[in-house]
């Protein structure tokens, strides 16, 4: 499966015939930056309607960029190559355009350099902290996000536990402007795993191959307080609010609804947890 290292919602645009002048198309899609399974460095637009990908772009380290096309919009913007006369055309669609200049600052980054660790504009984790290495903590939040079928499952008393963060954070009926940042926190894993210690070893398995100490309850305190791990999870919040992982979120136990958005996604784990009184109806993890 194909590692999602950025997302969000923007639409394609076209030059008209024999002009300079660029149309936006009013199909709702989502840009997306993986790493895939072959490898390679994919730049893909998705139809966020019909589902299908329409672009699926190859790109090669520092040989694109995306830059802002002057438009009466002002959120039309190229993919352009240095090793060709390419050009796509695309527009950011997100409601709010508060993002848009953290989108562009990210994807530049990524396409300059695919394993750069994103920047939000969320309080980070203290600079002070003892950082875990870069494929460290972007493979931390996979826990929660790119599971395997045959991943250990989440104890029912340990789903009360997130039910209960959870629900700080979806029991306002307007909906507020809050990330998964806020949820996924140290000040909130920390008092988890405090109380619950028999959790840390179920991760170690999860835990990337090359951390420079073997798997422990320290090394997992220093990957969720790192700033890699909280980009990892903002970038996981972004691919959320595309609307497009129904598919991922099937492994979590979750249904496809739970990938369409932020709110879904924690409703159906909150959802989750409610069923999961006893008996063994866990949620699986990765």
Same mark, same amino acid.
């Given at each position: 499966?194909?590692?999602?290292? !950025?997302?969000?919602?923007?639409?394609?645009?076209?030059? @008209?015939?024999?002009?300079?002048?660029?149309?936006?198309?009013?199909?709702?899609?989502?840009?997306?930056?993986?790493?895939?399974?072959?490898?390679?460095?994919?730049?893909?637009?998705?139809?966020?309607?019909?589902?299908?990908?329409?672009?699926?772009?190859?790109?090669?380290?520092?040989?694109?960029?995306?830059?802002?096309?002057?438009?009466?919009?002002?959120?039309?913007?190229?993919?352009?190559?240095?090793?060709?006369?390419? @050009?796509?055309?695309?527009?950011?669609?997100?409601?709010?355009?508060?993002?848009?200049?953290?989108?562009?600052?990210?994807?530049?980054?990524?396409?300059?350099?695919?394993?750069?660790?994103?920047?939000?504009?969320?309080?980070?984790?203290?600079?002070?902290?003892?950082?875990?290495?870069?494929?460290?903590?972007?493979?931390?939040?996979?826990?929660?996000?790119?599971?395997?079928?045959?991943?250990?499952?989440?104890?029912?008393?340990?789903?009360?536990?997130?039910?209960?963060?959870?629900?700080?954070?979806?029991?306002?009926?307007?909906?507020? /402007?809050?990330?998964?940042?806020?949820?996924?926190?140290?000040?909130?894993?920390?008092?988890?795993?405090?109380?619950?210690? /028999?959790?840390?070893?179920?991760?170690?398995?999860?835990?990337?191959?090359?951390?420079?100490?073997?798997?422990?309850?320290?090394?997992?305190?220093?990957?969720?307080?790192?700033?890699?791990? @909280?980009?990892?999870?903002?970038?996981?919040?972004?691919?959320?609010?595309?609307?497009?992982?129904?598919? !991922?979120?099937?492994?979590?136990?979750?249904?496809? /609804?739970?990938?369409?958005?932020?709110?879904?996604?924690? @409703?159906?784990?909150? /959802?989750?947890?409610?069923?999961?009184?006893?008996?063994?109806?866990?949620?699986?993890?990765?």
């Amino acid at each position: 499966m194909s590692d999602i290292l !950025l997302a969000f919602k923007a639409g394609r645009a076209f030059r @008209r015939e024999n002009t300079n002048f660029v149309d936006p198309s009013p199909v709702k899609g989502a840009i997306i930056l993986t790493a895939g399974e072959d490898g390679l460095f994919h730049f893909t637009w998705k139809n966020r309607t019909s589902g299908v990908v329409d672009e699926d772009l190859i790109l090669f380290p520092s040989d694109a960029s995306f830059v802002k096309v002057p438009h009466p919009t002002g959120r039309v913007y190229v993919l352009k190559f240095s090793s060709s006369n390419q @050009r796509h055309f695309f527009w950011l669609q997100d409601e709010s355009t508060a993002r848009d200049e953290e989108f562009v600052v990210n994807i530049n980054r990524l396409l300059e350099d695919p394993e750069s660790n994103l920047v939000w504009n969320t309080a980070g984790a203290a600079t002070s902290q003892p950082q875990a290495s870069t494929s460290s903590a972007h493979a931390a939040p996979a826990a929660a996000a790119s599971s395997s079928a045959t991943a250990p499952l989440i104890p029912p008393e340990q789903l009360a536990q997130l039910q209960a963060l959870l629900a700080e954070n979806t029991s306002t009926p307007t909906a507020p /402007e809050y990330s998964l940042t806020d949820i996924l926190t140290p000040a909130n894993l920390t008092p988890l795993f405090t109380s619950h210690p /028999e959790l840390i070893s179920t991760l170690f398995p999860h835990l990337p191959p090359d951390l420079p100490t073997p798997p422990s309850a320290d090394a997992l305190q220093r990957i969720i307080n790192s700033p890699q791990f @909280r980009s990892a999870v903002s970038s996981f919040d972004q691919a959320l609010r595309t609307g497009l992982l129904g598919g !991922l979120v099937r492994q979590l136990g979750l249904p496809d /609804e739970a990938g369409t958005g932020l709110e879904p996604f924690l @409703r159906a784990v909150q /959802e989750q947890a409610n069923n999961s009184g006893g008996g063994d109806d866990r949620m699986e993890t990765d």
